[in-house]
């Protein structure tokens, strides 16, 4: 078998002295879409984090494109390929669209898909329509594509995609479901943080299951599913 893209063994997390994320071991292959799913409180934001760089508190491995980067900054994660598009959308609201997609933009990176606003606004045709609007003026699930298509515009080999359904329109769910699919189809590889079952099950290939910061269950999602259910009767 070829080696993960993400490979991920013990990895423990901590804000200060509290424990929050205990002995994770997962992994993700190229153009693999994967959910890391839980309830609220469960440690998927704060896992995404931890990969990420951005949780001061961590040990364990962490190994991406074959170099393990468990001590590098976020931003030589960024450089080597790994985007992040964390849940507080976090746009420049002064900016317009086109001017934040410009923010994110890197350089070509081979084995990766490379991705222009053109081809953004053929995968998101809602900013395709608003290239002058500022991002103030954008509504949260308008935001929430922002976010993915800037940082796309990194040309990542992954995503790390932190809670895409959460607080936007139905419409605008069926439309990340398809963003998914069309990145995947791309070779891109997605390590997707979850609540919703049927919006995972839509686009992920198999499913890790956090509970209380640990890994209760790893396969399928009706397995994910039918294990939550059981831990809550």
Known sequence: ?????LQVQGLNGFYGRAHILF???????????????????AGKSTTLKALMGLLEGTQGRVSFDGREVSRMAPYRRARLGLGFVPEDRRVFTDLSVLQNLETGRQPPRPGAPQWTPQALF???????????????????GEQQMLTIA???MGNPHLVLLDEPSEGVAPVIVEQMAAMIARLKEAGMAVLLCEQNFHFARLVSDRAYLLDHG??????????????????LS
């Open 122 to 140: 053929e995968l998101f045709p809602n900013l395709g329509a608003m290239p002058d609007r500022p991002g103030g003026q954008m509504s949260g």
């Open 23 to 41: 002995d994770l071991e997962l992994e993700v292959a190229r153009g693999e879409v994967v959910a890391l799913m839980g309830r609220n409180g």
């Open 1 to 5: 078998m070829s080696t993960p893209l």
């Open 214 to 231: 640990r890994i209760a269950y790893r396969g399928t999602l009706d397995g994910a599913q039918a294990h939550q259910s059981e831990s």
């Open 150 to 152: 800037r940082t796309l």
